[in-house]
């Protein structure tokens, strides 16, 4: 075996073990929150804490995106040839992820690339979930929130 298939052999493995990693927390994740059926917001707050200290600390600030990184990946995208906003990884990561999409004349919105869809901020997640969860209920024919 060369040193070169080697070294991609690892790679590939490294690549599979974060990945595996990850869809693990996914599940813990989706787990925690059925087991309780429900949750008040307390319980999802502590289910969030817990989510983000599995991961590797370097993960755990873009994990999940509060006011401040939302409003840091807009200056990044409003400002793609300032390099001094933030290190390379960082940036790479914003241009990579988001786009911008106008809303007035002088307002922004970030969005997701993958999806189309407008970032959920930590802050909203739990009434984001309320109201899936009433809405799911009520298609289901049950008693909602």
């Known amino acids: 075996m060369h040193k070169y298939d080697h070294e991609n052999i690892l790679k590939l493995m490294k690549i599979f073990y974060f990945h595996l990693y990850i869809f693990t927390l996914c599940i813990f994740f989706i787990i925690t929150i059925i087991e309780y059926n429900f949750v008040n917001k307390d319980t999802f707050d ?24 939302l409003e840091h990946i807009k200056e990044i995208l409003l400002n ?16 990579k992820c988001f786009f911008l999409e106008k809303i007035t004349l002088e307002d922004y919105k970030v969005m997701v690339k993958k999806n ?13 979930l309320c109201r899936m969860h009433a809405k799911t209920n009520n298609y289901e024919g049950q008693r909602q929130l």
């Open 116 to 128: 189309n869809k407008p970032i959920l901020v930590v802050k909203n997640m739990y009434k984001a």
């Open 46 to 69: 502590s289910i969030i804490k817990k989510y983000l200290s599995f991961l590797p600390d370097i993960h755990q600030t873009k994990a999940l995106i509060n006011l401040e990184l």
């Open 80 to 95: 793609p040839l300032n390099f001094k906003i933030d290190n390379k990884v960082t940036y790479n990561w914003a241009k």
